[in-house]
């Protein structure tokens, strides 16, 4: 069923030409177009850079092939293999599986990581909380949907609506709120992280499975 779909993606220096499947190469579906559904995700993560550029784009989602990664510690790991915490070395049948996650996927759906989410995550990664931990906090915490297009098929179906630069004092106000924000995962972890201390398994304990 095609549908369009409001989204936003917020640039460090503004896109020049064509969108493209370009990012990082450690993000957390792979690299990509990045796009979300809420305001302040993207707002957040450029408000510290003095080129800032944020878009409203629709993205018309007929003939494109999309996954959605539930939010669960599939979707963790799934991350974690996206950012080279789970390397073909050290898990080579989970590297297999989200390799293949990749076959003839034009989008990637899911929960983003945002300012407190990698609180938790890294947490996880580095064998300080348990799965059942993570998941808990997954649940509690407010996470945006994202859209990653991961092929140039994707990019082509996304429409710039509006441009907008940054003001001074947006970024100013953005940056606090970036700042609460991460202040708010790390309390939230900790109170989790006490709870759940003894139940679940750890990062390297999956891995080894």
């Known amino acids: 069923m095609s549908e369009k779909i409001k989204l936003f993606h917020g640039s460090k220096s503004g ?16 690299q990509g177009f ?17 080129d800032a550029t944020f878009y409203t784009l629709e993205l018309e989602t007929e003939c494109l092939n999309i996954k959605e990664i539930p939010l669960d510690i599939d979707w963790a790991l799934f991350v974690a293999f996206n950012r080279g915490r789970l390397t073909e070395n050290i898990a080579p049948s989970l590297y297999k599986k989200y390799e293949l996650y990749k076959n ?28 059942i931990a ?24 996304i429409k710039i609506l509006k441009t907008e630069k940054l003001s001074t004092e ?21 109170e989790i992280c006490k709870k759940y201390r003894r139940e679940g398994k750890y990062f390297d304990e999956l891995i080894a499975e």
């Open 104 to 131: 003839n996927i034009d989008i990637f759906k899911g929960f983003i990581a945002n300012d407190r989410m990698f609180v938790v995550l890294d947490r996880f990664f580095d064998g300080q909380i348990t799965d």
């Open 134 to 157: 993570l998941v808990e906090s997954l649940s509690a915490l407010k996470l945006g949907i994202q859209y990653v297009a991961v092929t140039q098929k994707a990019c082509d179906a």
């Open 170 to 190: 947006a970024k100013k106000f953005l940056s606090i709120k970036s700042e609460e924000n991460r202040k708010t995962g790390i309390s939230l972890a900790d």
């Open 34 to 50: 990045y796009m979300g559904t809420e305001e302040e995700q993207p707002l957040t993560l450029i408000c510290n850079f003095p």
């Open 15 to 30: 896109i020049n030409g064509n969108i493209k499947p370009v990012s990082r190469s450690f993000c957390d579906f792979g």
